[in-house]
Every structure is written in structure tokens, then in C-alpha cells.
């Protein structure tokens, strides 16, 4: 319970007897979010020491993501069975030698990682995004958490956070996409990159951004929940605003960098109707606009983005796409031959025909104009699979898996 003397050295790996305590006190009669409740106000009351002990408790798990070569984290609620899982190489699998622990156990841990404010916003909104930091042989290591109600208790989910920035010629696009994503050569319009969770959509925003750091002298604002890689300025000054601590929403971020004399902005996620209109309203207005959506193709991240908002309003956030988008790039991490994930993906550049189609809401026609337009730099995810496929990159079989037509696939390969 709170109140009993910490050791007076935090012990890795062992969690600490007031954890336990604290867990055996809870009455019978909570359960859910009024037992979690419980649990945050006397997490509140812990000493520093206290906090540090669950904090070095922590980390030990966290660590291992290192170790590992781990991409994630899960850990936490009645699906865990009280231990931590990793993805390595695409797979997520528990690690029992990490030891286990009860839900409620882990509860109290994992409450010890969000301040009373974030407490609050989970209790009432049952989930919470936030940047995680571990100083581990020297090094910083940052990761993405998001902690959440899993049946009664709660769940924490990892992503680490690369701190190294992959090249924009390392993504591999064409001369065209590459020439159009950069601002010196096309300054205006929407660009999204999409893909599922996991697939490398940050890493290859970052590559985007980082590019144009180096290339012209300007000034770039990123809006983000949370904040993952930090940006040095190099000839652009890079402002990094977290959604909950620097402003409220993704919606208010963008119509407030308006006001801040940006060249480019980048938004975070698309989740909602608001910030998708903020940020058409931001590249109508002249700007450079980048974001992420949650689509496996180029072709359902325009269904999506229509599909967001009521049938009376579609005509109007049609004819705005058509004239503010400039790409879709859709991507997915596949297993490589011989170990580890090479990237595959879909690129849509927009053309006349394009845009007359979404305007005409003939959007069923865009993926033949993918098909066909590979002199502009565009390229179906079937063509880059096949393309992977003829370098042995990856097996017939995880093309076929991976592929969102397989039809069209089968033709590449015959």
C-alpha cells in the first residue's frame, strides 16, 4: 500500500511488494474503470521513490524491445496472461522469461506512466496516446504508447521509434513522385501517405520531411499525437506541436499554423471530417500539405476521405480533393527473404484524367490509370509485388497474401 518505505535502491526486474499491496486492496465490488479509478488515486500519493521503482520496473520491459530487435510492445489485460509480447520481424510472440504479473498488478504500472491529466482523459475517453523515453547504454531511445481498457483492465502498446531516418531515395520512388513531393518543385496540395498500422507510413513521412529540411530555406510545422521522430533544423526551422499538450486537436493545430507563416504542415492522422477539411482548407490556401490515413490503397483512401462526411456533402468534398490532392503513396511492410520486412507500395500521382474522375465519382476507373501510368511515376501495389518478386525480395506466397487484387496479380506473374 502507499505509505510503506520504498527500498532504497529500485530493484530491476522485481515488482515491488506495495504493487502487490495495492493490488490485494482493491474491494471485490470494483471492477472496470471504477477499480482503475481506484487504483489512479493511489498512484497519485505515491512517493517519488515509489514512482522511480515502477518506473526502473518498467523500463526492464521496455529495454528488451531493444534487445530484441523488437518493433512492439504489448503488455497489460486478460489477453496478455500476464506477460509481455514482442513483434520481431512482423511476428508477436510472449517472452515468458520477462516474468509475469497479475492485471491489476500491471494496472498500477501502467497508471504510473500518465500523469493525473492523462489519467483523467483515459478514464473518461477509455484510451490515450502519448511519447515514451528510455536512456539506455548511452543512448536515448523514444518510442509511440498508447494505453487503453482491455475487458476490465488495462493495455499498453509500444511502437518503437526509429532514430534513424531512412533516405528518401531509399523509399525508391520515381524521379516524377520524388521531383512532386519535394516543395521547391511543387509547392501547393495534399499528399497522403496510407497504409495499415505497422507498415512504415512514419518512417517514410519522415524521409519525406527530412528531404525537404535539406532543401529549401522555409519553415515546416508538425502536428502529431504523439510526436515520434524530432527533426533537427537544418535549412528549414521544424516546430514539432503534440496533440494534448501543445494544443487540443489536430483540427485546431492546422488553423492555427496558418497563422504561423508555414510552407509546409504536416498533420499526423486524418481521423475525423474536421481535421480532413482543415487540411484541404490549408492546401487550397497555397500550402504543402502531408498526412496519414489508415487505407491499404490508393483507391479506398479517397473512398475513405469522401466516405467521412453525410451524403449531402459529398459533391462538395469531391470536387475540393480532385483539385487539392497531388499523391497517394500506399504502403505495406512484407517479409523479406532471408529475414526482416522490405517495403511495398502503391503510388497514385494526380493527372487531368484523375481528377475528372473523382470529380465524376468514377473512382472505380483510378487503379487502370494507376496500371497505366507507370512513365509518371505511378505503380499499382501488384506491379511492386511482382517487381519484388522478380528480385527474390519476397515468395510467391507472401505476394499473393499481401496483394489487394489477386487477379491482377496472377496476370503480372503468367
Known amino acids: 500500500m502507499p505509505g510503506v518505505a520504498a527500498p532504497k535502491t529500485p530493484r530491476p526486474g522485481v515488482l515491488p511488494d506495495f504493487v502487490r499491496s495495492l493490488a490485494r486492496s482493491a474491494p471485490a465490488s470494483l471492477h472496470g474503470k471504477d477499480r482503475v479509478r481506484y487504483y489512479a488515486e493511489h498512484v497519485s500519493r505515491f512517493t517519488e521513490r515509489q514512482r522511480e521503482e515502477l518506473v526502473v520496473y518498467l523500463d526492464r520491459f ?3 524491445m531493444a534487445e530484441l530487435g523488437a518493433s512492439d510492445l504489448d503488455m497489460g489485460g486478460p489477453a496478455t496472461s500476464g506477460h509481455a509480447w514482442y513483434r520481431v520481424n512482423g511476428d508477436k510472440k510472449p517472452y515468458e522469461e520477462t516474468g509475469a504479473a497479475s492485471n491489476d498488478e500491471i494496472d498500477i504500472v501502467l ?84 497504409g495499415v498500422t505497422g507498415s512504415g507510413k512514419s518512417s517514410t513521412l519522415d524521409a519525406i520531411i527530412d528531404a525537404n529540411n535539406e532543401s ?28 494534448g499538450q501543445d494544443v487540443n486537436s489536430f483540427k485546431e493545430g492546422i488553423v492555427q499554423s496558418l497563422r504561423q507563416d508555414p510552407d509546409i504542415i504536416v498533420v499526423g492522422e486524418m481521423r475525423d471530417p474536421e481535421t480532413i477539411s482543415s487540411a484541404l482548407e490549408a492546401a487550397d490556401s497555397g500550402h504543402k500539405v502531408f498526412s496519414t490515413l489508415h487505407t491499404s ?26 483539385d487539392s490532392l497531388r499523391c497517394v503513396i500506399s504502403q505495406k511492410l512484407l ?9 511495398c507500395k502503391e503510388v497514385l500521382w494526380m493527372t487531368p484524367s484523375v481528377r475528372a474522375a473523382i470529380k465524376n465519382q468514377n473512382i472505380g476507373e483510378i487503379y487502370q490509370m494507376i496500371w497505366e501510368g507507370g512513365k509518371l511515376g505511378m505503380v499499382t501495389l501488384e506491379q511492386d509485388l511482382a ?25 503480372l506473374l503468367q
Open 62 to 64: 521496455v529495454a528488451r
Open 111 to 194: 497508471l504510473n506512466m500518465a500523469g493525473e491529466a492523462q489519467q483523467q482523459e483515459l478514464l473518461q475517453d477509455g484510451s490515450i496516446d502519448f511519447s515514451y523515453q528510455l536512456r539506455s547504454q548511452g543512448k536515448t531511445l523514444r518510442f509511440r504508447a498508447t494505453l487503453y481498457f482491455d475487458y476490465l483492465h488495462l493495455g499498453l502498446c509500444m511502437r518503437a521509434i526509429s532514430d534513424e531516418l531512412r533516405t528518401l531515395d531509399g523509399v525508391g520512388f520515381h524521379p516524377v513522385i520524388k521531383k512532386g513531393l519535394m516543395f521547391e518543385h511543387v509547392r501547393d496540395g495534399l499528399t497522403l501517405v496510407t
Open 335 to 343: 517479409p523479406r527473404v532471408g529475414g526482416g520486412r522490405v517495403l
Open 387 to 411: 517487381r519484388l518478386l522478380k528480385e527474390r525480395k519476397i515468395t510467391p506466397e507472401t505476394a499473393m497474401n499481401f496483394a489487394n487484387n489477386k487477379r491482377r496479380l496472377q496476370q
Open 297 to 322: 490503397s490508393a483507391v479506398e483512401s479517397l473512398d475513405r476521405m469522401i466516405a467521412e462526411y453525410p451524403h449531402e456533402e459529398q459533391d462538395r468534398v469531391r470536387n475540393r480533393l480532385a
Open 216 to 243: 529549401f530555406h522555409g519553415h515546416i510545422v508538425l502536428i502529431a499525437k504523439p510526436v515520434e521522430y524530432m527533426h533537427t533544423p537544418k535549412k528549414c526551422i521544424v516546430r514539432h506541436r503534440e496533440v
